[in-house]
């Protein structure tokens, strides 16, 4: 059964796509990167700056966000832009991810997932029926069904039974959805694990019930590159051509590079911060340790030809002195100019879909990072 379609293909490159995906609170460009706000907050980021960065759209939480501080209330402040003045288009996920991330606190059946919540050990339940609901009373531009994921890697047996779920649980997800105004959208999520027959059989009943988008669940969960980009090579061409595909949790810039070649157009991933809280950047050179003792007397900036100011201006020796000292500032600067490498990649591709040249810039690209950062002071 079709839904409205609400993504525009505005130019290919081999497998690679770049789109318009029209949201009722503004347009993503694809292929697009979501930095995840799991709280409704970016940790050690201001919105303005997750924008200036270029993101046209985040990613929220709905196990998180249910539990605290509670979708009624956050519906009753306004809905999830307003409540936290990001004010463009945000995608939800559905609470799948914790079915599998918090597997000693859960059971589950065919009528829904039991949480005992991580705050203060309720009970919790999260059917799909309720999870599109606390994701309507948030506001969420984009809402993913209900699956269950697996850690890989998984028995044959346990990969089926919990793809069959989430099949049955994506129609449900879509009769709950039905109330939704319009321009709203609802993501299905293609399962199967690793293995390629159960991905085109979850591909192909979620293309018959019907979305407006199609995620890829259930990577980046314990497999090898090799396999996850396998399993796309499987999953994408099953998808429709003129809807969006979305790599859920994923990934390293060179899986979004390696994704992107073969055809999917949307991304999210804690990375960028987390790892930018742990003393690492990304930048066109690689990925550099700022606790490196190499560092500690190098005034030259990470990157003096990036685009982004604390990347071009701000010392190698400040950013290892306040990583090694423990100060704040430090996580919030490398996150900064992760997001916003991040942001420049996938504008980088953008670029190339559109002018015919991605291989060249995907050839380019990998180059730099293999040269690596540029020698010590």
């Known amino acids: 059964m079709s839904l409205p379609n609400h993504f525009e293909l505005l130019a290919t490159n081999g497998a690679a796509r770049t789109g318009r995906l029209t949201t009722p609170h503004g347009v993503v460009q694809t292929p697009a990167f979501m930095p ?22 985040v990613l929220g939480n709905t196990y998180h966000l249910m539990l605290r501080p509670g979708a009624e209330r956050i519906a009753v402040l306004g809905g999830l832009q307003t409540f936290t003045g990001w004010n463009g288009p945000m995608l939800t996920d559905s609470g799948g991810f914790q079915v599998m991330s918090l597997s000693d606190l859960r059971k589950v059946s065919e009528k829904a997932v039991t949480f005992r919540s991580h705050i203060d050990g309720a009970k919790v339940e999260l059917s799909p029926e309720r999870s599109i609901e606390v994701q309507r009373l948030l506001g969420a531009d984009i809402a993913m069904q209900m699956d269950e994921c697996v850690r ?7 990969i089926e039974r919990a793809m069959r779920l989430s099949l049955r649980w994506a129609e449900r997800s879509k009769r709950a959805f039905e109330t939704a105004p319009d321009g709203y959208m609802l993501f299905g999520i293609v399962q199967g694990g690793d293995i390629p027959e159960m991905r085109h059989t979850s591909a192909r009943e979620l293309v018959e019930i019907g979305f407006h988008g199609y995620a890829i669940g259930g990577l980046a969960v314990g497999e090898p590159q090799a396999v996850m980009l396998a399993m796309i090579e499987e999953t994408a061409p099953a998808l429709p ?67 982004w100011p604390s990347t071009r201006n701000i010392s190698r020796a400040y950013l290892h002195h306040l990583v090694r000292s423990g100060e704040t500032l430090g996580a919030m600067l490398l996150s900064e100019i992760n997001v916003a490498y991040y942001q420049h990649l996938m504008r980088g591709m953008r670029e190339a879909i559109s002018q015919g040249a991605f291989a060249s810039f995907r050839e380019r690209t990998r180059a730099g990072w293999a040269k690596g950062d540029i020698p010590p002071r």
């Not at 995840?36 to 759209?57: L, P, S």
């Not at 994704?259 to 050179?285: E, L, Q, S, W």
Request: net charge negative; hydrophobic share 35%; charged share 30%.
């Open 36 to 57: 995840v706000g799991t709280a409704g907050a970016m940790k050690g980021m201001h919105w303005r700056e997750v924008r200036d960065a270029g993101a046209d759209i």
């Open 152 to 158: 890989l890697p998984a028995g044959r047996d346990d």
């Open 241 to 307: 051509v003129d809807r969006p595909r979305y790599l859920m949790g994923v990934g390293t810039p060179e899986d979004l590079l390696e994704a992107v070649a073969r055809g999917i157009d949307m991304f999210d991933c804690v990375m960028p911060t987390r790892n930018g809280r742990h003393g690492m950047a990304f930048t066109r050179f690689g990925q550099i340790n700022l606790r490196n003792a190499r560092h500690a007397d190098d005034p030259r900036p990470l990157d003096e030809e990036s685009e």
